[in-house]
């Protein structure tokens, strides 16, 4: 019987380096640690070390799974630069899996998903069966529609203030970040429609039109 | 020294996302198997210069499909590559960052050697890719970000005769342009308005020319011009396309004179050392410029020394410097491991004091 394809998820995307190699839904290995700098020296070595752990090599994987944030823009960066390198290396699918999507994962009924967006802001998505809800840059007076009666399960930043906004159940995440970023990539590597993975930012780059306009042009 | 070596590399420290396959056979100069560069130009006309954020995104997004151009055109596969170069800095670093870690993914999953590049060695070195020029030669590194004299030793071996103190005279023409209404990069389209121009209509400043040594200083020439265009506005309530012409030319005419003339002191230093084969090489985006050029050229020839300048597409940024760079390191044994880290600063000379940013930090460039 072949065994289950061997997938490598991971996550910078926040103050933390994580990484873990699921076969099926068996963590074979994992490694995190909080670090707010330096994830792009120890990420490789840290995923290394997570599949020799397992006894496995670079080219026992099936697929990558790899957090597209929201959050730090340097961090979200660096895995998905690395995974992209990866994925073109090894000739595997890159999936990319949003914070917000991982941090509810496993969780029945609908769930109001929320991240720390710094300078007071939130990032928030409502997740709900069968019907599509955006993820938004907000701030608690700015909350996106959360349906009526849901009861929502809240997970994440600001959960429990979240939570008594719409009579909701404030709870902690189901999975750990990586691993729920691993079997969403599980579940979605053989889609026909599984794009590179790409950052999601949800936040534009500060930058603004130069202030002094040019001078007239006398023709 | 008698095998071949394919390197591909990779470049994503300013505005250009770029990957090339660059093959070396024995002792010979490099044959160029693909160069591809993806510019950013239109992402960041609007802001009047290159907005480090946008630019990061933009490098994450296109490093890869670079790669699989530059290998698609090459008509060679990972699996056919020697070892992978990447530059690691001095740039913005969040370009430099996801070029970084593109890279080390595609080594950590080919098995191939890692090689972290320094950016201005990548362009140091060019002339040896191109006429396998040999060391000692004189180098004057011109661009968007950089201004230095440089007595390249070795690949891994320079020594810095002097630069800017400020300003990069690639970044005084975008800050000309942007003055002027000109579009960005200003580099061509104020040598471009220049042709029509006269370039002895403005009087401007000649920085540290007065001063012994090779540095140079740009910032006050931008000053200059702004003063000038705002009495020649003030006069005439605009700016005539011929006043917008002569200050063009007249500004390209004072950074021409400047770096001449600190490329003559240069090359009497260099010269001193009693070099085999003297030669002066240039490069960066500004070497691209018609008239910097031509002055530079005739310097070098009143000196008696051989003068190098690259072909346009390999004086701006692009990965083949990379790649051949790092086949130079790579034959003197260099290997960078998975911990290589992206440099926002990286001086090429580590042996002199520091010109620019040598605050906390360290040295720029």
Redesign the interface.
Known sequence: MPSDPLILGFDTSAAHCAAVLLCGDTVLADAHEEMTKGQ??????M??QVLTQAGAG?GDLAALGVGIGPGN??GV??????????????GIPAVGVSALEAQVFGLPGVTVSSLDARRDALYVQVFEMGAPHFPVLCDMASLPPIPARAAPSCIGHMNQEIAARCAGHAKAAALPMAEAIARIAGQRMHNDTLK?P??L?LRG??????R?A?????? | MTTALTILGLESSCDDTAAAVVRQTGASAGDILSSVVFGQVELHA????V?P??A??AH??K??HA??AALDKAGVS?AEIDAIAVTAGPGLI?GV???????????????KPLIGVNHLAGHALTPRLTERLEFPYLMLLVSGGHCQFLIAHGPDDFIRLGGTIDDAPGEAFDKTA????LPQPGGPSVEMAALRGDATAFSFPRPLLDRAGCDMSFSGLKTALLRA?DAV?AE??????QA?ADLCASFQAAVADVLAEKSRRALTEYLAGNPTRAAFAVAGGVAANQTIRAALQAVATEAGAEFSAPPLALCTDNAAMIAWAGIELFRLGHRSD?????RPRWPLDRSSPAMLGSGKRGAKA
């Open positions: 792009a020296e120890r990420l490789i070595p995923l290394e670079w823009f340097t960066r660096i895995s998905v630069s690395a995974a992209r390198g990866l994925a073109l290396g090894l590179r790409a950052p930012y780059a500060d930058a603004a039109p130069p002094a040019p001078p007239v042009i006398l023709s | 609007a802001f009047g210069g907005v954020e946008l990061a995104r994450t997004e490093l890869d790669v699989e990972l969040g960052l996801s070029g970084v870690m593109c890279a080390k993914g595609l080594a950590a999953a080919t098995g942007k003055l002027l209404g265009r506005v005439n309530g605009g700016l005539g396309e917008r998975m911990t290589l880290s992206a």
